[in-house]
């Protein structure tokens, strides 16, 4: 059964095993696929953050993160971040986590949610948050350097979130 909580202390690890596995290809995120677990945990446990995993069966398999995108006025718009284990992809934990975001964002009273760095070779999460009612607002040229594919396009996808 999947469960969708809030990561504690104790979550670290499982963490930062996904967040490794993920930033190694270079090929989603723009972080250095050598980042250190330090780095990582800190960027993911960061102050300003909700920071939640997704549980099958006892075992950590997604996490993702949510914030404001901006400071003062522009904290009315939310940002998240999501990694499922590649061995969980495809199974809808990345739909879930991201619904399950979207009401969180609706909860802490955000107006809108801002993905600000989707990489255009990333079929699977741009049909996803399209699926999800995100649109792509803008486009910026050859911002990644695709480990495979060399410089390739930047979207920034955009959705309000309406009230309850
Ligand atoms: C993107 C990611 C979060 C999606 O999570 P997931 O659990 O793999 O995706 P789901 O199983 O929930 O699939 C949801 C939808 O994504 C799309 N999708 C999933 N895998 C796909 C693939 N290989 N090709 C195209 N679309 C795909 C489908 O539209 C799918 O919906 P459907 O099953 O109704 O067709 C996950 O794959 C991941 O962590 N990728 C690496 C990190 C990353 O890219 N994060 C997002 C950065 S913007």
Not at 54 to 77: D, F, K, M, W
């Amino acid at each position: 059964m999947l469960v969708i909580r809030a990561a504690t202390q104790g979550d670290r690890d499982a963490i930062w095993n996904i967040f490794r596995e993920i930033v190694a290809t270079a090929d989603t995120y723009a972080f250095d696929p050598n980042i250190s677990r330090d780095e990582a945990l800190a960027y993911w446990f960061r102050s300003d953050t909700h920071t939640y995993v997704a549980e099958n069966n006892g075992r950590v398999i997604g996490t993702y993160i949510l914030r404001a995108n901006q400071c003062g006025p522009g904290s009315h718009v939310a940002n998240a971040a999501f990694m499922v284990a590649r061995n969980a992809q495809g199974q809808g934990i990345g739909r879930a986590m991201a619904e399950h975001c979207l009401n969180e964002a609706r909860h802490f009273g955000f107006r809108a949610m801002q993905f600000n760095f989707v990489v255009s070779t990333n079929a699977a999460a741009i049909r996803l948050w399209q699926q999800l009612g995100f649109e792509i607002v803008g486009t910026l040229p050859g911002a990644f350097r695709h480990p495979q594919k060399g410089y390739v396009d930047v979207h920034v996808m955009f959705r309000s979130v309406p009230e309850d």
